[in-house]
């Protein structure tokens, strides 16, 4: 398949100075974890009995797995729709959603009360089938484990072609006296070496299945987020409480699936200075009205079977929250069925911020905004709590500038997008990427 | 060909997806009605009756104190632990009485604790089985040795009775279990009702409870609102309820007579019954995957032969 030098790393110095900014950003938040350890719950979030979850759950887990959900959304359109030309995309996709569902499972772990018992969710005496976190909780940990696979032919790839450059400048900086023997750490580096080349060819044999596996199960979480609120019919204002929330869900973590891999895509191209992949972005830009037309339908058709069309429009707080969702998501898409916008970076960002923008707040909305548990009950997040969920945020993107640099995720410019370079040198116009070949063409050869 | 596959693609997911979500929504609108065990423990507490000496709080302080290990609140300017107030239900107070005044004349006292609802909430979302309806009293429990503290409980009570402990390192959930492990096994009654210098709670069978109290609606109705507040609420509930004044102003929630974990579970079963639906995607997906991974191989040696 050559799926190897599809791919390369990006040059450059891991250590620059937003390294260290963003470095920070996450030793704060992790001294705030500490202490949620040591004095409690309480004493860093302003989390209640009435709001028992805060932005905890409601960003990190809820919306932050949705925003993971690129990997999910290009996996579906290369695999299952076969359109193979978006194939080099899918690497960086899937390590953002690697990121994002690792450390969605690291941020329920400080979210837990008791999460040294979490084991239970092993035994199959204590599983609960009727509860939809059961659910959600396997089906994340699954998808987690298939993110990892998924993403391991990179990490072999680049262990079999490794020069263990970096392991000898450590040995040679160690000390004479602790530092291993140059010979027999070199024996031991060939062996995994070996290892490596031993599993890559059939790791990739098999890889198709747990690819699907990684389709099939954020279909299910992902719905099942949704279903996490059927639950609290009292509680969950009537706007956002149905019984298509599972349908909602799933939809709705695709077409920001789509979009965040667009923003992905651009932001990367723009901040490690490569040429923008306008070709692949507009063929992806062109499917999200696809679905969010489906998903506006759906809501629209939902509120007005249920009767409930006049509290969209009735101009209080709740509406107000549902009508700036709305309208992010619908004017976003409306952008999109504009030709000329799908081909120009800067509408395609527009549109895609938008999309995200609306389809996260539909989230937020239905976690923490719609939800009232009774008078006298108030929640706003503390200063800790958002540094926490912060600090696990530029963890993420710390992770990723370090891994696309270690290991090759990102598109190899010299095969699928060498012309593009001249064009990117002033900045990007949306006319000069109608005249490059469609990037499937030149992949192919 | 990309044409087919899209319309494939398409068809697949609304067949699968939407469909069965669809599905779920419409059987859950049905109501098939759930059987109500009248047989199991409960309570009845008359508001007319209580006259708001909170000796069943003290009471369910000092019988559940070692169980749970719960201590005594204190308030800061009480260091001997003899005067303690709460203001409301909390990691260390399983039942309250609160006063609501409307005016002078029109009042009432109000108790909170669990309901012990026939359809537990709490108990349909326990992603651990931390929560339990025991099948004969029908106690809903609490076991903080499985509870992981995800605290969707409390996202679903209705009446938002599950507590959490949030200034400790190591919480737990909080809830009334009709004293099952202290007063109830020694006893055969709850600290609450025991105490009680004014017959306002009455511990019993739930079937004797709601005799007594349509008794009371009948011998005197202008005492009462023509309400048992737990009789049909979210299913029914065994902690029952008599009162002057309207149910919601006393701050039990109007609720539905259907219970809302079966509205939920509904969907929830309809999407994962037999786990047939993800099998089927699973395979169908594989299927579709691999004929396109084929496919594109034969596409890519083609290409190799041409270039050779």
């Known amino acids: 398949m050559g799926h190897s030098e599809e791919y390369q790393k990006l040059e450059g110095k891991i250590f620059t100075k937003s390294f260290f900014i963003l470095l920070s950003v996450v030793l704060l938040g992790f001294y705030f974890v500490g202490v949620r350890y040591v004095k409690g719950i309480g004493a860093v979030s302003n989390m209640s009995d009435g709001y028992p979850w805060g932005i905890w759950i409601t960003y990190d887990v809820a919306t932050g797995t949705a925003i993971a959900c690129g990997g999910y959304a290009v996996a579906i359109l290369v695999y299952i729709r076969n359109r193979m030309q978006y194939h080099p995309m899918i690497r960086s996709a899937i390590l953002t959603s690697m990121f994002g569902y690792g450390l969605a499972g690291f941020s329920v772990m400080v979210d837990l009360g008791r999460p040294w018992n979490a084991y239970n969710f092993f035994i199959p005496s204590k599983w609960q089938a009727n509860s939809a976190m059961f659910e959600v909780a396997l089906c994340v940990m699954a998808y987690s484990t298939v993110l990892i696979l998924e993403f391991l032919p990179a990490i072999l790839t680049s262990i079999e072609k490794s020069k263990w450059d970096r392991m000898n400048a450590i040995r040679n900086w160690l000390h004479p006296k602790i530092a291993p023997d140059k010979k027999t750490m070199e024996d031991k580096l060939e062996m995994v070496r070996l290892g490596a080349a031993w599993l890559n060819p059939r790791l990739n044999k098999v890889l198709i299945f747990f690819i699907v596996l990684g389709i099939t199960l954020p279909t299910m979480h992902q719905s099942s987020l949704g279903s996490l609120l059927l639950i609290a019919s009292t509680k969950l204002h009537p706007l956002w409480h149905t019984g298509f929330l599972p349908l909602l869900f799933l939809l709705n973590c695709v077409f920001i699936g789509y979009a965040i891999a667009i923003l992905e895509s651009i932001i990367s191209s723009y901040s490690f200075k490569r040429p923008f992949e306008i070709e692949e972005l507009s063929g992806l830009a062109g499917l999200i009205p696809f679905v969010t037309v489906i998903w506006l339908t759906v809501v629209i058709g939902d509120l007005s079977y249920r009767g409930q069309i006049h509290a969209a429009l009735k101009g209080d707080f709740y509406s107000g929250w549902f009508m700036t969702e709305f309208l992010l998501v619908a004017c976003g898409s409306l952008i999109l069925f504009v030709k000329k916008a799908r081909k120009s970076a800067r509408w395609l960002f527009i549109s895609a911020s938008m999309i995200v923008l609306g389809g996260a707040l539909y989230r937020f909305n239905v976690y923490l905004i719609g939800f009232n548990p009774g008078q006298g009950w108030r929640y706003f997040p503390s200063f800790a709590e958002v540094m926490i969920t912060v600090g696990i945020v530029a963890l993420e993107i710390l992770g990723y500038k370090v891994f696309v640099a270690l290991f090759p995720v990102l598109p190899n410019m010299d095969l699928h997008g060498a012309h593009k370079k001249k064009g990117h040198a002033k900045k990007h116009k949306g006319s000069e990427a109608e005249k490059h070949l469609p990037a499937g063409e030149a992949h192919a050869h | ?308």
């Not at chain 2, 005197?220 to 919601?248: I, R």
């Open chain 2, 1 to 308: 060909m990309k044409k087919t596959s899209r319309r494939d693609f398409l068809k697949l997911a609304g067949a699968t997806g939407a469909g069965l979500l669809a599905c779920g929504a419409g059987n859950a609108l049905a109501n098939e009605g759930l059987q109500v065990n009248n047989d199991e423990l409960g309570m009845l507490y008359d508001a007319t009756k209580c006259v708001g000496c909170k000796a069943c709080m003290s009471a369910c302080k000092r019988v559940n104190s070692d169980y749970g290990s719960l201590s005594y609140e204190k308030a800061k300017f009480d260091e001997d632990g003899l005067w303690d107030a709460p203001s409301d239900l909390s990691g260390s107070t399983r039942t309250l009485i609160k006063l609501f005044k409307e005016s002078e004349k029109r009042w009432s006292y109000v108790k909170y604790s669990c309901m012990h609802c026939q359809k537990p909430s709490c108990v349909s979302v326990c992603p651990v089985s931390a929560m339990t309806k025991e099948k004969i009293s029908g106690i809903v429990d609490y076991n903080k040795n499985t509870c992981i503290g995800c605290r969707y409980c409390q996202i679903a009570c209705p009446y938002n009775i599950p507590k959490f402990q949030w200034e400790k390192a190591v919480p737990q959930i909080v809830k009334c279990d009709l004293c099952k492990a202290t007063n109830l096994r020694e006893k055969g009654i709850t600290a609450c009702a025991e105490v009680c210098p004014a017959a306002a709670i009455k511990f019993g069978k739930r079937k004797d409870l709601l005799e007594e109290a349509h008794q009371r609606l009948k011998d005197t109705p202008d005492k009462y609102v023509a309400h048992v507040y737990g009789e049909h609420e979210g299913g029914g509930t065994n902690h029952l309820y008599l009162a002057s004044m309207p149910f919601n102003k006393l701050g039990l929630p109007e609720i539905k007579p259907e219970a809302p974990a079966e509205f939920s579970e509904k969907i929830q079963h309809t999407i994962y019954k037999g786990f047939i639906a993800p099998l089927a995607l699973y395979s169908t997906l594989c299927f579709i995957a691999v004929k396109n991974m084929k496919k594109h191989q034969g596409h890519d040696d083609d290409h190799q032969k041409g270039d050779k």
